[in-house]
């Protein structure tokens, strides 16, 4: 009776030992799997974002971005630096040079105190509206094209259609504003 008892014994202890030899099998391919799926998707993930001051939705991967968001970022730049009074400008800027990068933070500056100047001196303002944007992802460069109305004090002097470019770096997901040049319009 002992030699029997024994025996169940062992037999269960056997297929209890199956089943977790089975079980860590199973686990350990999964594991596997999941590990390579990792392995495979690195660089290839998108983030989408869609704060609330933006129109619609964009995209964010660690080597390309959306048309929408190079679309939303040009219209968020071009209003800092061409929606401007001369009280504004100074702002504006700094805002505008946190996005540039770093080796076309010096050109871009100088450019920039070279406007201020002129802009106080005369008592410049100035309202961009946005009327096209010519997108070119794999160049990360925008063309917007629109109408600028440049006032003195808030007497009207001219309105112009105009055309500008903004190239663009992207690092790590970011934009970065690589130059802001407008660009001549042939008619």
Do not use: C
Not at 61 to 80: G, K, P, R
């Amino acid at each position: 009776m002992n030699s029997q008892v024994l025996t169940e014994s062992y037999n269960k202890i056997l297929t209890e030992r199956n089943r977790l030899l089975l079980a860590f099998a199973i686990a350990s391919t999964l594991s596997l799997i999941l590990g390579a799926s990792n392995f495979y998707l690195i660089g290839k993930e998108r983030i989408v974002v869609v704060p609330p001051t933006v129109s619609r939705e964009f995209w964010v991967a660690s080597d390309s971005v959306s048309d929408s968001y190079l679309q939303e970022m040009s219209q968020y730049f071009s209003s800092l630096l061409l929606n401007i009074t001369p009280n504004t400008f100074a702002v504006n800027s700094e805002h505008l040079l946190q996005n540039v990068a770093p080796e076309s933070f010096g050109a871009l500056k100088s450019q920039l105190v070279q406007q201020q100047i002129e802009i106080e001196r005369r008592g410049i303002s100035t309202t961009f509206y946005p009327a096209s944007f010519k997108i070119d992802r794999q160049k990360l460069l925008v063309e917007l094209k629109g109408e600028l109305k440049i006032l003195v004090g808030n007497a009207p002097l001219e309105s112009k259609t105009k055309t500008y470019q903004i190239k663009f770096v992207q690092r790590h997901g970011r934009l970065f504003i690589q130059f802001f040049n407008e660009v001549e319009n042939v008619q």
